[in-house]
């Protein structure tokens, strides 16, 4: 044997002991289970595991409602989950523009989700999220039997927290885009949300938050109450509808807040928003729906045949019977009484839906929205004058600052 071909020997089965240990290293990468963030935690994030489970994937599931700020975390550190579940787009926009989010196109079907939730209209775009839950809003709780009057409620009938264990602000933003939609159309309300800096300060976003505003001026104590409370009640209790000590008889919130109602929530009814809103009496000009989507974050198979087995009429039917939610999914048709039945028509049925505006907006500007709410109650439970124009202005600087995005963002309001 030739000291050449003993070389080429050795060459070779340090290629093959290389190959070898590359093969084990992606073989011990692809049978790690398949990482997941979500917004779902207790019993709701219990049946999305069982959920999960039913696909034969092997998966670790994280659930809490700081999603946002422990997703963040997970990039920031280089390890993000393979899978992220988020309530809006306006974040994962971001992240899909800084190429971090891997195309979902050919992992569920286009045509089993129609606008807003389509995230594409064409099948050259790409497609970075998909809905697995879909949520109304735009409509008011009462309890059965005390259903109000048509007509504008004071805010001590309101049962309004603002308390979140993630990014706070929200539910008093959900007054904001209601207000909106509801005075201006869904035209305006579209053009605000993908980032009509002048909107802010103009006098249609103006003149909606100064009717929140008054709201919140009628009563500093019941402003205070709902500055300092949990939006989802106490822990273990029948949230904020059914708590009774406070005497609110509404609240404006989505159709989740069921799972906050517990047992009692088969005592819960609801109505259109409108006519209960300050400076109400309108018509209904459209509903604003909100959605948690997933996006894919690693290009691992076993995680994208999890998206599409969430994302197929199939996984969207044992998840809605599963933990009694809704689906974006057309074919998925949803069972329950006529509370349900109500929701469902809303979601589906004619008329336009509009995205969450905060959901959409990118983080900055929704952080800034949020602040602007924040205060507005503060310094209303406090006593003091409120300055508009002022918080406006504060958030219209920082919209101004945002960059033009990548991910195109087309579909915030259905026709």
Known sequence: MTRRFKVLVLLAALLLVCAGGMVAVWSERDDEPVTILGPWTDKQGEQFEEVLRSFGIPFEYQGTAAQREVLLSKVQSGEPPDIAIMPGVGELAEYADQDLLKPLNDLYAVEEYGSPWNPVSTPRQKAYWVP????????????????????????????????DDGASGWPGSDWIEDLVLQREGPEFYGKWALGDAAAWTGTQVREAWEAWAGLLQQDE????????????????????????????????????????????????????????????????RAYEVTGDFAALFSDRPRAGDLIERLASREGQRKWAEAADVFSANRRVR??????????????????????????????????????????????????????????????????????????????????
């Open 132 to 163: 697995v839950k879909a949520d109304l809003k735009s409509i008011v709780w009462y309890r059965e039997g005390e259903r109000p009057a048509n007509s504008p409620a004071r805010l001590t009938s309101w049962c309004i927290g603002m308390g």
């Open 221 to 284: 104590a019941a402003a205070g109450r709902a500055l300092r409370t949990d939006h989802r009640g106490d822990p273990g209790a029948y949230g904020l509808l059914f708590k009774g000590e406070e005497g609110c008889a509404l609240e404006h919130q989505g159709s989740f807040a069921r799972s906050f109602y517990g047992d009692k929530g088969r005592l819960a009814r609801l109505m259109d928003s409108a006519p209960l809103l300050p400076g109400g009496g309108d018509q209904v």
């Open 334 to 415: 949803a069972d329950g009484g006529p509370v349900e039945e109500e929701i469902a028509r809303r979601l589906t049925g004619p008329g336009p839906r509009c995205l969450d505006a905060s959901d959409v907006m990118p983080p900055a500007v929704r952080d800034a929205f949020y602040e602007a709410v924040l205060l507005t109650i503060a310094r209303a439970a406090a006593g003091e004058d409120l300055d508009v124009p002022g918080l406006l202005a504060d958030v219209e600087d920082v919209a101004k600052t945002q960059p033009d995005r990548r991910t195109p963002l087309k579909t915030v309001c259905s026709r």
